[in-house]
């Protein structure tokens, strides 16, 4: 089992930065593919990234491509989204989750959420 704790999130102007992190307990963390996904207030949980258990493996939905960057450190059993030019759309809650297996962009194929930490871009 894997607990996750995601922080980082904040305000911030449309074009500016943030880093979220994911801090995972249990010492399997690197056996599990990780993703960050995000929901917005009425909106269905939308899958932002995932990362594979290496590291070595990373894919991105289109709306987030050449902007936002998933990483991890296994040694330290935490995920990263770091998340540049940001824009208004982009506000959300973003959670961190554990791959279990199915379709790595849904939702259903994910375990052991994270609290999620709110993301807000003004314009």
């Known amino acids: 089992q894997v607990q996750l704790v995601g922080s980082g999130g904040g305000l911030v102007q449309a074009g500016g930065s943030l880093r979220l992190s994911c801090a995972a307990s249990?010492?399997?963390?690197?056996?599990?593919?990780m993703g960050w996904f995000r929901q917005a207030p009425g909106k269905e949980r939308e899958f932002v990234a995932t990362?594979?258990?290496?590291?070595?493996?990373?894919y991105s939905a289109d709306s987030v491509k050449g902007r936002f960057t998933m990483s991890r450190d296994n040694a330290q059993n935490t995920v990263y989204l770091q998340m540049n030019s940001l824009k208004p759309e982009d506000t959300a809650v973003y959670f961190c989750?554990?791959?279990?297996?199915?379709?790595?962009?849904?939702?259903?194929?994910?375990?052991?959420w994270g609290q999620g930490t709110q993301v807000t871009v003004s314009s």
């Open positions: 990362i594979s258990g290496s590291g070595g493996s990373t």
């Open positions: 989750a554990a791959y279990i297996g199915g379709g790595r962009e849904l939702a259903e194929a994910y375990s052991y």
């Open positions: 249990g010492r399997t963390f690197s056996s599990y593919r």
